[in-house]
C-alpha cells in the first residue's frame, strides 16, 4: 500500500512536532502530564510515537530516508558534540564494571541464541529442520550479529552463513521488534536508577563524581549561546562529520582492495569508519580548549540531534508485525530473556550501578545509535560511554556472532 506521506520533508515535520509535543507536555505542570511521565519516560514516548505513523500506513519508514539522513549526517555531529566535553580520565576512574558488564551482555547474546532454539524446538521440531540458505540458525545468526555488534556485522553473518533472503526479512523483523522492546524496558529502569541502585547497595560514588564535576564545569562557565558561539558548535559538529565521511570513503575501498579478509571484522563498512573516526576525533577535542564550546550548549544541540535520530528509529517499526511471526517473536523473546537475566545477574553479583547494566546491554544490542540514548537518560554527561562501548561492541561483534553461528549449526544439525 502506498503511504499517505511520501515526502520526506513532511515526514521531518511531523516528527519535529511530535518531539515538540513530547518535550513540552513532558515539562508541564498538569497533573495528569506529571503522572504520565513518572511511568512513561518521555525518551520512550519520541521512540514509540512515530513508530504509530509507519504502523498505520502514514509513513513508509522503509523507503523514507530520514533514517539515512539522521544516521549519516545527524549521529557523527551528535557524537561529536557529546564527547567534546567528555571528562576521559574520570571516565576511566569508573572502574572495571563496565567493561565485565558490556562483555556479560555479548556473552548473553552468545549463549541465548542457542538457548531460545533449544528451548522453542522442543515444541516446534520443525525450526530444526532444512539446512538451505532459509534455515532458521541461518538466520538467527544475522540476529547474533545485530545485537552483538550493529548492522555491518549484521550484514557479515547474512554473508558468511549464506542466509536466505526470506529468514533474513524475517529475522529481522525479530531483531527490531525484541531489541526496542528490551530498550523501552532499560529506559523504564533508568526512571527509577536511584531507587534501584539503593535496593542493591550498588556503589555509584564514580558516577555521582562525574555528574558532579560535568555540572561543576556548566555552572562555572555556561553563559547565554551567542550567534557566533551557535556556529561554531555548527563547525565543530558538522565539519567533524564531513572529515569522517571524507576518511571513510578513502579508507573502505582502500581496506576492501587490500584487505579482503577482513570483511568479516567490519572493516569494509563505511558506518564502521565514519562512526570510529567522529568518536577519535571527539575525544581529542576534549583535550583541547574547544572543549569549552561545551559552556554554550554542545551537548545540548548534540542531544537535540540524538532524539532525532530516536525518531527516525522509531518510523521503522511496525507493532503488528509481532502478530505475523509469533513463532520467531517468541524465539527471540526467549533469546533477550536470556541476555537480560544473565546482565542483571551479574550486576546484583558485582553490586554495579543500574548504569553500567543498561549501557553494556544496550552497547551491544543497539549500538552507536542507541546505546547513548540510554546513557543520556540517566545524565547527559554519561553519553560518552555509550558511545564507547558502543564502539567496542562494533570490534567483537563479528567475532562473537560467528562463535554462536557455529554453535547455532551445531544444534540444527
Request: hydrophobic share 55%; proline share 4%; with cysteine.
Amino acid at each position: 500500500m502506498t503511504p499517505l506521506i511520501t515526502n520526506d520533508a513532511t515526514v521531518l515535520g511531523l516528527l519535529a512536532i511530535i518531539l515538540g509535543f513530547v518535550f513540552y507536555t513532558s515539562k508541564s505542570t498538569n497533573s495528569g502530564w506529571q503522572k504520565f511521565y513518572k511511568v512513561v519516560p518521555a525518551v520512550l514516548m519520541c521512540y514509540f510515537l512515530p513508530s504509530l505513523l509507519n504502523t498505520f500506513g502514514i509513513v513508509d519508514g522503509n523507503s523514507s530516508q530520514v533514517y539515512f539522513v539522521a544516521s549519516r549526517y545527524l549521529l557523527p555531529a551528535c557524537i561529536v558534540l557529546l564527547t567534546i566535553s567528555v571528562d576521559l580520565p574520570a571516565i576511566m576512574k569508573l572502574g572495571p564494571k563496565a567493561l565485565i558488564l558490556f562483555f556479560t551482555g555479548t556473552l548473553g547474546i552468545v549463549i541465548g541464541g542457542p538457548i531460545a532454539l533449544l528451548t522453542m524446538s522442543s515444541l516446534f521440531p520443525e525450526l530444526l529442520n532444512g539446512a538451505g540458505p532459509d534455515a532458521v540458525w541461518r538466520g538467527m545468526t544475522t540476529v547474533a550479529g545485530s545485537w552483538v555488534g550493529g548492522t555491518a556485522n549484521q550484514t557479515a553473518m547474512k554473508e558468511i552463513y549464506e542466509v536466505g533472503n526470506e529468514i533474513f526479512s524475517t529475522m529481522v523483523t525479530v531483531d527490531i521488534i525484541v531489541a526496542n522492546i528490551w530498550m523501552a524496558v532499560l529506559l523504564i529502569l533508568a526512571s527509577n536508577a536511584k531507587k534501584i541502585d539503593a535496593h542493591t547497595g550498588a556503589d555509584t560514588t564514580a558516577l555521582n563524581e562525574l555528574r558532579t564535576n560535568v555540572e561543576e564545569f556548566e555552572k562555572k562557565h555556561a553563559r547565554i549561546p551567542k550567534l557566533d558561539d551557535i556556529m561554531l558548535i555548527c563547525a565543530i559538529g558538522f565539519g567533524v562529520t564531513g572529515f569522517a565521511h571524507f576518511c571513510s570513503d578513502l579508507i573502505t575501498p582502500f581496506m576492501v582492495n587490500n584487505y579482503p579478509n577482513l570483511e568479516k571484522y567490519s572493516f569494509h563498512s563505511q558506518f564502521f569508519w565514519m562512526i570510529i573516526i567522529a568518536s577519535a576525533i571527539g575525544i581529542a577535542l576534549s583535550f583541547t580548549k574547544l572543549r569549552k564550546v561545551e559552556a554554550a550548549g554542545a551537548s545540548k544541540f548534540g542531544s537535540a540531534f540524538l532524539y532525532i535520530l530516536i525518531a527516525t528509529v522509531g518510523l521503522h517499526m511496525d507493532v503488528t508485525q509481532i502478530f505475523d511471526t509469533p513463532k520467531f517473536f517468541v524465539l527471540g523473546l526467549i533469546w533477550m530473556l536470556v541476555h537480560a537475566g544473565l546482565m542483571l545477574g551479574v550486576a546484583k553479583l558485582i553490586k554495579a550501578p543500574l548504569f553500567y547494566m543498561a549501557v553494556g546491554s544496550q552497547a551491544n544490542v543497539g549500538g552507536a545509535a542507541s546505546a547513548p540514548v540510554v546513557a543520556s537518560a540517566f545524565h547527559p554527561a554519561l553519553a560518552p560511554v555509550g558511545v564507547l562501548l558502543a564502539v567496542l561492541g562494533y570490534a567483537v561483534g563479528t567475532y562473537a556472532a560467528w562463535f554462536c553461528g557455529l554453535v547455532l549449526q551445531a544444534i540444527a544439525s
